[in-house]
């Protein structure tokens, strides 16, 4: 069994930053893909971002690139999104997601990953 737990949520005004942390317990971080999704009331959960197991590759989806960072510190159990010039369409809660199983190309997909965090609320004010 995995815990993974979000931090960092807030509020930000338009073109501020704020940086998420998701840490998760047990001895076997290092072996799960991380992602990042978030929702907002009546929509589905969608994808963000995710992180390979090592961190050396990461993927974000087109309406977050150049604008968020995904990183991980394997010896901390951690997992981070840092978000910069962040707009209003940015506001959701966001959840970090870990896969136990390897899922290679189809990190975008929510139902693939095995344990979720509890969410963070980011709302980003105009």
């Known amino acids: 069994q995995v815990q993974l737990v979000e931090s960092g949520g807030g509020l930000v005004q338009v073109g501020g930053s704020l940086r998420l942390s998701c840490a998760a317990s047990?001895?076997?971080?290092?072996?799960?893909?991380m992602g990042w999704f978030r929702q907002t009331p009546g929509k589905e959960r969608e994808f963000v971002g995710a992180i390979s197991k090592s961190g050396s590759t990461t993927d974000y989806t087109h309406s977050v690139k150049g604008r968020f960072t995904i990183s991980r510190d394997n010896a901390k159990n951690t997992v981070y999104l840092q978000m910069n010039s962040l707009k209003p369409e940015d506001t959701a809660t966001y959840y970090c997601?870990?896969?136990?199983?390897?899922?290679?190309?189809?990190?975008?997909?929510?139902?693939?990953?095995?344990?979720w965090g509890q969410g963070t609320q980011v709302t980003v004010s105009s």
């Open positions: 997601a870990a896969a136990v199983v390897p899922i290679g190309n189809y990190h975008y997909i929510p139902r693939l990953y095995d344990y």
């Open positions: 047990g001895r076997a971080f290092s072996s799960y893909a």
